[in-house]
């Protein structure tokens, strides 16, 4: 099928420029739309999101090295193509899904369409595919979450969204204070993984600990000033770990919120950093189970 599409050579052409303007937050907020980068991410969101794709862009080596990609979304392209010409059946699965659309380009073309030197051939666009945090925490049963407050840099937040999905956790919530989860950097951080869990976005940090503790969970603030060690804490009950910002940690008034503050043992280092005391802690949770 691939064969056959048009090959679009032009990376000045609108098209390349409206794909590359999604690396601003407000073009994505306008859009609805933000783009996925490299094979490993884009054959998570065809598997796991596909309803959420909407274009693919790959180059005819990147066709022929990832064949089985190519045949994910030639998969989800005849069923969107049904779904369009069956609307009425389409609002009973699926009422998300749209046609995906699966363009041959350039390299010169695929490097103008991102800000990446080497984005591997691939790139896809799709619609936002955060869940309400109502939702969210109705699915999260005896599990955990990680809670992301104050976080602002787009590598850790992907980081930690990596390891919650090692890890088991039941969801990542992510306040209105951090950065944006749709940042190509994030997304290129999470390697997939933001497409296997829920994600909720949005919600001011007072209301989201305080949606948690209605859920049932007990709210574990993660610092260093924590009179409570990590290997202390019950981890066998529904929990969520709390993180703050990768420069002054948790502020006061959000410590105060929490249910418990729980410091990392730590033998020499003078302190870990966002992603890897997250990680630490995610860790125990899993381990507890």
């Known amino acids: 099928m691939t064969t056959d599409l048009p090959l679009l050579s032009n990376p000045r052409s609108e098209r390349v420029r409206s794909v590359r303007s999604l690396g601003r937050r407000a073009v994505r907020q306008r859009q609805g739309l933000f783009v996925v980068e490299g094979p490993q991410a884009v054959r998570e969101l065809l598997s796991y999101a596909g309803h959420a794709a909407s274009d693919l862009y790959l180059t005819s080596s990147s066709a022929e090295r990832h064949t089985g990609i190519v045949e994910l979304a030639e998969g989800l392209s005849a069923q969107s193509a049904?779904?369009?010409?069956?609307?009425?059946?389409?609002?009973?699965?699926?009422?998300?899904?749209?046609?995906?659309?699966?363009?041959?380009?350039?390299?010169?073309?695929?490097?103008?369409?991102?800000?990446?030197?080497?984005?591997?051939?691939?790139?896809?666009?799709?619609?936002?595919?955060?869940?309400?945090?109502?939702?969210?925490?109705?699915?999260?049963?005896?599990?955990?979450?990680?809670?992301?407050?104050?976080?602002?840099?787009?590598?850790?937040?992907?980081?930690?969204?990596?390891?919650?999905?090692?890890?088991?956790?039941?969801?990542?919530?992510?306040?209105?204070?951090?950065?944006?989860?749709?940042?190509?950097?994030?997304?290129?951080?999470?390697?997939?993984?933001?497409?296997?869990?829920?994600?909720?976005?949005?919600?001011p940090i007072p209301e989201l600990l305080a949606a948690c503790q209605q859920a049932g969970l007990r709210v574990l603030a993660a610092d260093g000033s924590g009179e409570t060690s990590l290997p202390d804490v019950d981890l066998s009950v529904p929990h969520a770990w709390v993180m703050g910002n990768e420069a002054w940690g948790l502020e006061s008034e959000v410590r105060d919120l929490c249910d418990n503050v729980v410091s990392i043992p730590i033998v020499r280092a003078e302190s870990l950093n966002l992603a890897m005391a997250a990680t630490v802690c995610l860790h125990a949770s899993a381990s507890a189970r």
């Open 82 to 203: 049904e779904t369009v010409r069956r609307p009425e059946s389409a609002s009973r699965q699926d009422p998300g899904r749209r046609r995906l659309r699966i363009h041959l380009c350039s390299d010169e073309v695929l490097a103008a369409m991102t800000d990446t030197a080497h984005p591997q051939g691939m790139i896809a666009v799709a619609t936002p595919i955060d869940v309400p945090l109502a939702e969210t925490l109705s699915a999260v049963g005896d599990g955990f979450v990680v809670v992301l407050t104050n976080v602002r840099d787009p590598g850790n937040a992907g980081t930690v969204l990596r390891a919650a999905d090692a890890f088991g956790a039941a969801a990542v919530l992510v306040s209105d204070a951090s950065v944006d989860i749709y940042n190509p950097k994030v997304v290129r951080s999470t390697v997939g993984s933001l497409f296997h869990l829920p994600v909720s976005v949005g919600t």
